[in-house]
Structure formats: C-alpha cells, structure tokens
C-alpha cells in the first residue's frame, strides 16, 4: 500500500436534488433516490456522452454510508461545481474505475472534467 500523500485530482461535483419526480409523467416524487440522501455530495467521474442521460458518479451510500460507484440520470443532481478532490479513498475510487480501461487515466484529464462540467447541465435543461 502507498503511504504517501494523493495528489488531488480536478473532479466535477454536485449533490443529489432534493425531490425527484418519476414515475408515468413524473407525477410521483421520491426525496433523494434510492441510493442518495436528498443533497449527497457526489463526484462524477464519467459520462455516456452520445445518450445525454447518464452519468458515473462516486458518493456516500444511503444505507451503508460508504463510496458506491453506480451510474445514475444526470437529471438528479444539481449544483454543478469543478474542484480539486484531496479525500483519498475517493482519488483511490476514480483511479480503480479508471485502470479498467487500456489508457488508464489519460482520458481524465482537467479538459474532460471542464467539458462534462460544460455539457452535462445542458442535458438537464427542458427543450423549448
């Protein structure tokens, strides 16, 4: 195991809205989802960027209150955000999801994290 420091990593954060409408024409509303509390910080990692709907985000579990790394609707969050991340059990979560590809973390760079920031609250925004 390394014990040196992590070097902090660029991340986009936001937090999981407080009501979320679903269901058969999003009558029905659900505080959080069913794995976040209402205003859990979570940091998104990655994007499907051809579907505009999901989103890979790390964040603390509602039941267990440990890191989950799952794939959500971009349309739960808001408070969109670019920071530098120090906490190390989430640098050591981007960086094992990250390892799963041939390139590692090349593809997550400071451009990747400013064009999610970018691209990802138009995604959300209703089309007039």
Known sequence: MDHLEPIPLWTLVANIKQEISYGQGKLQTRYGTKQFSPGTKVYIIDWYAGMCQAITVIGLSRDT???ITI???????E???VKLCY?????SKIKTYFDKEETGM?????KFVNDMFIGIP???????
């Open 79 to 81: 408070n969109f955000r």
């Open 106 to 110: 090349q593809r997550y760079t400071g």
């Open 87 to 91: 906490n190390p059990k989430v640098c």
């Open 71 to 77: 794939v959500i609707r971009a349309e739960w969050i």
């Open 122 to 128: 138009q995604w959300i925004k209703p089309l007039s």
């Open 65 to 67: 209150k440990k890191l």
